[in-house]
């Protein structure tokens, strides 16, 4: 019984809320129409001088006018046009009423409106012809009318691909290359990087960037640099070249090129980083995409590309390194090996793992996100280089977003 006498008392509560929203002249749920305020548009007072005369064009008494434009308001045709174009009953009244004064008060009037009236008075015409002066004017009032159509397309969450009109201008090619770590799937996308006559890579690190970044330049291919802290030339500011390197937030869906990499394609899976490979997915401008990824994605990619009729080529990788599942694992720091990768989950652990090592000898590099890039850099150059002292790896997971590390063992700690 108190849970019952406690749900009526919430009722009435909110009952009484809602009560008093109403008596404060508020709506709980307010109309579209209601976000956006009407501008003025005054009658044109010019000098008599200037007002045009055409022959057999009469001024018509103001009385007929407002006759003619209520035959104007009243007739369902121009309602049903109205409302095609986003024009509400709401605002509707409130253009007609300012429209009419615009008519009945200009001095002169429009010449084009003059004509109009006239023929629509003296030879019978239609009072439809008044409907473009009408829409003119509501739009002057209302300036949202004009961009509804774009407003209503971009805020469809159904249909994102008509987000971007550049890419659906472009019949694009799409090439999955689907295979694990070490297959050699990112190796044949960024081949046909190289050799096509504009290009972006997007990777979703800022090293990974970094390392096309430099592999492409020490191979020949002249390539830019485009991160969210670090831009970089391969010649200058004043001379950007046709290819470019970036994380896969800085790709443009305005930059028309032949050819765009996705590396880590499954990455759209994501929940926090999902929507920047989905962006570019949808957006890429380019007449290849070639994309890179887990087995795995195939069919969330394909997916999302029927409702454009993009077709889907595979293209799959098996790995060239035999991998081997350990069924044991590190057990103590003191079975590490040269070669070895420790992959924690937090930066804490990083540091007390790392710590623990150079305590008994062990040189170590770091990576993980937050680290500058220039340090990452060094960190897995150090690493990677077989007469530096540095042997075993502590990073997070960043390590498995496609950087070319070699790395004998990964261990879980």
């Not at 009526?8 to 809320?17: I, N």
């Not at 009037?109 to 006239?118: E, Y």
């Not at 044949?188 to 970044?213: D, H, I, M, T, W």
């Given at each position: 019984?108190?849970?019952?006498?406690?749900?009526?008392?919430?009722?009435?509560?909110?009952?009484?809320?809602?009560?008093?929203?109403?008596?404060?002249?508020?709506?709980?749920?307010?109309?579209?129409?209601?976000?956006?305020?009407?501008?003025?548009?005054?009658?044109?007072?010019?000098?008599?001088?200037?007002d045009v005369e055409f022959e057999g064009v009469e001024d018509v008494d103001p009385k007929l006018m407002a006759e003619v434009l209520e035959n104007f308001r009243n007739k369902e045709i121009i309602r049903e046009l109205a409302k095609e174009?986003?024009?509400?009953?709401?605002?509707?009244?409130?253009?007609?009423?300012?429209?009419?004064?615009?008519?009945?008060?200009?001095?002169?009037?429009?010449?084009?409106?003059?004509?109009?009236?006239?023929?629509?008075v003296k030879y019978g015409h239609s009072v439809d012809q008044l409907f473009v002066f009408f829409l003119t004017h509501a739009r002057k009032m209302y300036p949202h009318l004009e961009c509804m159509k774009e407003l209503k397309s971009i805020s469809d969450l159904t249909q994102p691909h008509n987000?971007?009109?550049?890419?659906?201008?472009?019949?694009?090619?799409?090439?999955?290359?689907?295979?694990?770590?070490?297959?050699?799937?990112?190796?044949?996308?960024?081949?046909?990087?190289?050799?096509?006559?504009?290009?972006?890579?997007?990777?979703?690190?800022?090293?990974?960037?970094?390392?096309?970044?430099?592999?492409?330049?020490?191979?020949g291919c002249p390539c830019d640099l485009v991160t969210g802290d670090d831009r970089q030339y391969a010649i200058d500011n004043m001379n950007p070249v046709s290819h470019i390197a970036c994380t896969v937030e800085m790709l443009s869906s305005e930059m028309h090129v032949d050819l765009i990499v996705i590396d880590e394609i499954q990455m759209l899976r994501?929940?926090?980083?999902?929507?920047?490979?989905?962006?570019?997915?949808?957006?890429?401008?380019?007449?290849?995409?070639?994309?890179?990824?887990?087995?795995?994605?195939?069919?969330?990619?394909?997916?999302?590309?029927?409702?454009?009729?993009?077709?889907?080529?595979?293209?799959?990788?098996?790995?060239?390194?035999?991998?081997?599942?350990?069924?044991?694992?590190?057990?103590?720091?003191?079975?590490?090996?040269?070669?070895?990768?420790?992959?924690?989950?937090?930066?804490?652990?990083?540091?007390?793992?790392?710590?623990k090592l150079e305590k008994s000898g062990v040189k170590c590099a770091v990576i993980y996100g937050d680290l500058p890039a220039a340090t990452k850099r060094l960190q897995a150059e150090s690493f990677n280089d077989p007469?530096?002292?540095?042997?075993?790896?502590?990073?997070?997971?960043?390590?498995g977003m496609g950087l070319n590390l070699n790395i004998k063992r990964s261990l879980l700690f």
């Open positions: 019984m108190r849970l019952i006498f406690g749900e009526r008392k919430k009722k009435r509560e909110a009952e009484g809320r809602r009560r008093e929203t109403k008596r404060q002249g508020f709506s709980e749920k307010r109309d579209l129409d209601e976000l956006f305020a009407p501008l003025d548009v005054h009658p044109r007072l010019l000098n008599k001088e200037i174009h986003d024009i509400t009953e709401r605002l509707f009244g409130n253009i007609f009423r300012s429209f009419r004064d615009y008519c009945l008060k200009s001095k002169p009037l429009d010449p084009d409106l003059k004509v109009i009236f006239s023929d629509i987000w971007y009109p550049l890419a659906r201008t472009i019949q694009r090619k799409v090439i999955f290359h689907a295979g694990p770590t070490n297959s050699g799937k990112t190796h044949e996308a960024l081949q046909a990087f190289k050799n096509a006559k504009s290009g972006a890579f997007c990777g979703p690190l800022r090293l990974l960037a970094a390392e096309v970044f430099r592999r492409m330049n020490a191979e994501d929940t926090q980083r999902g929507s920047s490979w989905t962006r570019a997915l949808l957006g890429a401008a380019a007449d290849e995409i070639h994309l890179c990824g887990e087995k795995a994605a195939v069919p969330i990619v394909k997916k999302i590309l029927d409702p454009i009729g993009e077709h889907v080529e595979v293209k799959e990788y098996e790995r060239k390194s035999k991998l081997v599942v350990s069924t044991h694992g590190l057990r103590a720091l003191t079975n590490i090996q040269p070669g070895d990768c420790i992959v924690t989950f937090n930066k804490k652990t990083i540091f007390d793992t790392v710590r007469n530096d002292p540095t042997k075993v790896l502590v990073s997070t997971d960043a390590i």
